[in-house]
């Protein structure tokens, strides 16, 4: 070996990537026999200040996000935002206005037919040139439909393979039970990445004595816990105070359907033609 490759074998490593490298070239490291004791590793190297708190655990989460399936951080179907093949253009851009999403997966005539995603940077140019009516199906892009079952590292891969960024969710009978989107999956490393289209509500506020307003995107196993009320939320087909009054009704509810669940009852007080927003939570 020369004086230069002595010399550069000297120097410390720059940077994260060096760190790493030099750590996970210690023999012992490569003898590990599972998760935890990879995270171990990870954790000791932080300690050791070979790696940052921040890289631990960026590191530790990427190892954990094989074992998190699509299911567990998808965006459930009650909160879907869509359109219809055959949808009228202005509610389709008013549709967008509303949401301010960028993609929206677009659903045929058939039950639980995907028959692409629409951008809406592609209407842009339509609006521009002064178009009041135009074709979707011009637009369309490739739908991506991945199963509940689905691994989020797995389907991140894809994500960077086929450069998309959103992915329709079905469940073991072919329903659509949700979407999600390569921010879903980030937000599994990194912590929740806000927009400016984020807004910061309380999902639980009291609005008179033994009333409540409730936001139906609440987590069922949270309202029953706030409530104490005296069932089983694994004993439920349902994750959102929302997706569990739309199964005990089968349909979208209306406006002021309701429920009694214990001594409360769950009122529909906000909804639209795709979803349940508000409810109002009396208490007997």
């Known amino acids: 070996m020369n004086e230069k490759q002595n010399q ?3 120097q410390p490593p ?4 060096g760190k790493l490298k030099k750590y996970f070239r210690n023999p012992f490291f490569i003898k590990t026999q599972s998760v935890s004791e990879v995270t171990d590793f990870l954790k000791d190297a932080a300690e050791q200040k070979i790696i940052d708190k921040e890289a631990e655990s960026i590191a530790t989460k990427a190892i954990k996000l094989g074992d998190i ?5 998808m965006i459930p179907k009650v ?27 677009v659903l045929g005539d058939e039950r639980n037919e995907v028959v692409g995603i629409l951008l809406a940077k592609d209407i842009l140019p339509k609006l521009f040139k002064g178009m ?11 739908p991506n439909v991945v199963p509940e079952t689905k691994k989020a590292d797995s389907l991140l891969e894809e994500f960077k393979q086929d450069r998309s ?28 990445i806000e927009d400016e289209h984020d ?13 409540y307003s409730v936001d139906a995107k609440i987590e069922l196993e949270e309202f029953i816990n706030y409530f104490q009320i005296n069932i089983d939320h ?11 009054f739309i199964s005990k009704f089968g349909v979208l509810p209306k406006l002021g359907d309701k429920i009694q669940i214990d001594n409360i009852i769950v009122q529909v007080s906000d909804t639209d033609s795709r979803r349940i927003k508000k409810f109002t939570v009396s208490l007997n």
């Open 8 to 10: 550069e074998e000297a």
């Open 14 to 17: 720059s940077g994260i990537i």
């Open 69 to 73: 399936t699509v299911k567990e951080i």
């Open 79 to 105: 909160d879907m935002v869509t359109v219809q093949i055959k949808e009228d253009t202005d509610d389709i851009i008013k549709k967008i206005i509303d949401s301010g999403h960028s993609r929206y997966p």
């Open 132 to 142: 009041k009516d135009f074709d979707i199906n011009e637009m369309l892009r490739d």
């Open 165 to 192: 960024h959103l992915a329709v969710v079905i469940d073991e009978y072919g329903e659509i039970c949700g979407l999600i989107t390569i921010e879903d999956i980030l937000e599994e490393l990194v912590g929740e």
């Open 199 to 211: 807004i910061d509500e309380e999902e639980i506020i009291e609005i008179a004595k033994k009333t």
């Open 234 to 244: 694994l004993l439920i087909d349902a994750e959102t105070l929302g997706g569990f």
